[in-house]
């Protein structure tokens, strides 16, 4: 371990290089009496908000990667390592990784959520999520082969089939999902095939509520349903996906059960915390709320443990508005943030005020020059708020050279209306039309189409 002078600094380990943790591996980044280790599964830090754009061909995974390593290459005492903490010893304040161990004076926890399905896991399989890369490669490849097949389908109900998209889910990626499919649909392809006319793709979006964007003011939510609406969307609300299997969705709407064959469903419904909540619950007897998020104290520190903190999406917070902070983007940056600061107050002796989030607003985009602001004090929708969007999202990007490559990209995009990163990776998937099955080159499988 480096260290900056004779004297053992204090050291924090931070678990996850998402928002929370690389925020609060920065701010720490040049103070002289901390030494911080950052642990990382990935060597790069991945501005999710963005993964839609990937998953539906308008950037690639690099425009919105920024590796852990250069991030923080500015400080000498900052260390990353790559790999996974497996298990805690809060009494010997111990992490434990596949081949090493290391001991902290502080503990920083942000390793986030995953995708829920709500007790049906095997939909997995079938209904990707959007929180990895690879989940966003997985959807693209979805997208873009169901495309190709319905373009050498010549049986009329099996094309249908493969040009309707099920969205589950209508918050903000739900949302963006739905509205950048439409347009790939309904514009970007509109050209490129011979075969089939793409306009006549059906994308239905389903959330359970009684309206889209449900944080949203009910004003801004009818304003999210019209703009999808004119893209060509169908919104289906107070609705459950009850079932999904052989290339049929069963929905329940009120009354009413709907069997809608479709054979790419997107599933942007619901989150469950990563493993690391149910360590820290058996280790220090942490309680965890019903999708197993950590529930934190007001300094955000685990109830009995005032070294060890969890921030962004794996924390609970409910001590500002008596009900859990949102799981987005701000909100983790200012909780590392702010336990940067308290930290650093603590090991010089001087008190810290309980955290607090200032919320500057929230923006969901639904497609070209349509999106929804709500900024507190104002709402608008449309192309100001679209704009408003697009300036806040390449602004937080991390590294510059992201942020040239997005507006680049995003220019581009707009003045063509193409997408250049519509590419088929992974399995190397292809449809056998005279065998009517989905292979995959690769590992040698196939499954029934």
Request: proline share 4%; net charge neutral; no cysteine.
């Amino acid at each position: 371990m480096i260290t900056a002078n004779n004297q053992s600094p204090h050291h924090v380990v931070v678990v996850g290089g998402g928002f929370g943790g690389l925020y609060a591996a920065k701010a720490l980044s040049r103070d002289k009496n901390i030494f911080v280790t950052l642990i990382d599964k990935r060597n790069f830090h991945l501005f999710q908000p963005l993964l839609y754009q990937v998953a539906t061909g308008t950037l690639s995974p690099a425009d919105i990667s920024s590796p852990l390593r250069s991030v923080l290459n500015h400080s000498n005492n900052t260390q990353v390592l790559m790999g996974e903490v497996l298990d805690i010893n809060p009494q010997a304040q111990k992490v434990s990784l596949q081949s090493q161990e290391l001991t902290y004076d502080s503990l920083i926890v942000a390793t986030g959520v995953s995708h829920h399905y709500f007790g049906n896991d095997n939909w997995e399989q079938v209904a990707p999520g959007l929180k990895t890369v690879e989940d966003a490669l997985e959807m693209r490849r979805k997208i873009f082969v169901a495309f190709e097949a319905a373009e050498k389908e010549t049986d009329i109900e099996k094309r249908r089939a493969w040009l309707t998209f099920v969205v589950v889910g209508g918050g903000p990626t739900g949302v963006e999902l739905a509205g950048a499919i439409a347009e790939l649909a309904y514009t970007t392809l509109k050209k490129d095939f011979r075969n089939i006319d793409t306009s006549e793709a059906k994308i239905l979006l389903i959330e359970g509520m009684d309206r889209i964007l449900p944080p949203y003011t009910p004003d801004l939510s009818a304003k999210a349903e019209s703009s999808l609406t004119k893209l060509g969307v169908t919104v289906k609300t107070k609705a459950l996906v009850t079932d999904i299997a052989d290339d049929i969705v069963t929905m329940r709407q009120e009354d009413k059960v709907e069997k809608i064959p479709a054979k790419t469903v997107l599933w942007a419904a619901g989150v469950k915390a990563s493993p690391m909540g149910a360590i820290l619950a058996a280790k220090t007897g942490a309680e965890l709320d019903r999708v197993g998020r950590v529930v934190v104290a007001p300094d955000l520190s685990v109830p009995n443990y005032p070294n060890i903190f969890v921030v962004g999406d794996l924390a609970s917070f409910s001590h500002q508005n008596s009900k859990p902070l949102p799981g987005v983007a701000p909100v983790a940056m200012q909780e590392g943030s702010y336990v940067a600061k308290l930290i650093q107050n603590t090991i010089e002796g001087k008190k810290s005020v309980p955290f607090r989030y200032l919320d500057r607003g929230s923006l969901a985009v639904i497609g070209r020059n349509a999106a929804v602001v709500d900024l507190g004090f104002v709402k608008f929708s449309g192309i100001l708020a679209w704009l408003t969007w697009v300036f806040v999202h390449i602004y937080f990007l991390i590294e510059f050279d992201n942020k040239l490559v997005v507006m680049l990209q995003w220019g581009w995009s707009y003045w063509t209306r193409n997408r250049g990163a519509r590419l088929i990776t992974g399995s190397e998937s292809f449809v056998d039309s005279k065998s009517d099955r989905f292979a995959s080159v690769n590992n040698k499988t196939a499954v029934e189409i």
